[in-house]
């Protein structure tokens, strides 16, 4: 008789691909040690924006978040918003009731690993697109619980309870053939705390138990060694210590801007969004049509002044704009220029007046994987791709901000105050730790979209369409 095959997937959101080696190497975390000792640990990365929900859809979709069109935690849509204001389609902030929408965003004619993986399970993932109620385990409750969580910055109750409606679970005798479980509170309590405070290392020990209590219930059902076991985060998170409102800023300066949740203002000259509160998307609308803007019209709606100014403050690490000439970005701060070039699948970062993002000079490489090898291990690991995929939507904005490491985008409305920020390009955000229970997998450097397919695989399915590959 042939085993079964089955995936277990922790999501420890916000887990540290510096901070997790460290609680390893002090010992704190032993079941997730032993995977380790018996698999592989490595890292990979994630994608742009570098925040909750989008940065999920690489590995439940096998996509980026430019091809799926959700650009952000919080999103904008110029055509529709100029179309007409009292449009469900003009903007979205999934932080809140409208997170409800996120799976009919989603493009239809991309399944998620739930849709393709038989028997499967999620715990308090937003993405949960034809899963009945009954298999999505942490729904009953879900609303209060992370209200409480928010406001009173008890956390880990949220983590201890989606564990106990797993155990639920397998106690029951039910077997699954996907489950997704997602850990927030490494995330929530570095956002509020830091990301080596006492509550948020609880928050990593809290996973390690849950994972030795799922291990031993799955060796005593004689379904662990038959388990794929993945755990990885979907970004990353630097501590803050000080904030620019994007939105304010543009306001400031004579262009006013809507932006959540002050989103009825009149006659707005320019929309700002956030994203984990270290990636901003800047839309114009002070021209004539709804198409996004390139750099000389740029210049133009915004002023090369005000470009300029923006550039100079302390948090904005650099902007990002699309080149007068397809498939052309610019990378630009306070110093000068870079151009990034996609041609015939050839990826080029060469600097202009300046070497933005720190790669030494110029880079060429032929395929996504070649860039993403030349760059994996720099302070902007994958950011000519990222950027790449992520402005083939028009929701990707005007102008992106990424914001320097120490300081974020957003300061009046985000209450309580964030003391941790994630969303950029910078490697502290990209990088994020990938651990399974396998050894001898391929050793190219690995994005969080491989997964999807490498999880496939396991199973025996090949997807119809996918950004990743398969890990082995």
Known sequence: MQSKKRVLFYLVDGAHAEVLPELLEQGHLPNIQRVINEGTYRKATTCFPSTTGPAYLPFLTGHFPGTMDITGIRWFDKKEFKRTRFNKMAMRSYCGPEAAWFNTDMPADKPTLFELMGESYNVYNMITRNVPDEYDLGKKGKGPLYMKAHFKLRHHPVDIQGHGRVMEMLNSGKDFDFLFAVFPSVDWDSHYHHIRDERTVEAYKIVDRSLGEVRAKLEEQGRWDDTLFVLTSDHGLTPTTKHLDLGDWMTAQGLKAVYYPVIWKTNPKSAVFISGNSFGAIHLLNHKGD????????????????????????????????????????????????????KDD?????????????????????????????????????????????????????????????????????YPEHKGSHGSLHRHHIHVPLIYNQKGWKDFPARTADLFDSILKWNGITPKSSEGEPLF
């Open 346 to 414: 050839v990826f080029t970062y060469e600097p202009l007046t300046a070497d933005v993002l720190k790669y030494g000079g110029k880079i060429e490489a032929t395929g996504h994987r070649d860039i993403l090898a030349k760059t994996f291990e720099t302070d902007y690991p994958d950011a000519v791709f990222q950027i790449y995929q992520l402005f083939r939507s028009r929701r990707a904005g005007d102008i992106v901000i990424s914001a320097a490491v120490g300081y974020d985008l957003r300061d009046f409305w985000e």
């Open 291 to 342: 198409h996004v803007l390139r750099e000389t019209e740029i210049l133009q709606a915004m002023g090369g002044d005000k470009l300029e100014l923006l550039l100079k403050e302390d948090a904005v690490d650099f902007a990002i704009y699309r080149g007068d000439d397809e498939n052309t970005f610019i990378v630009h701060n306070r110093y000068g220029k870079a151009r990034i070039a996609v």
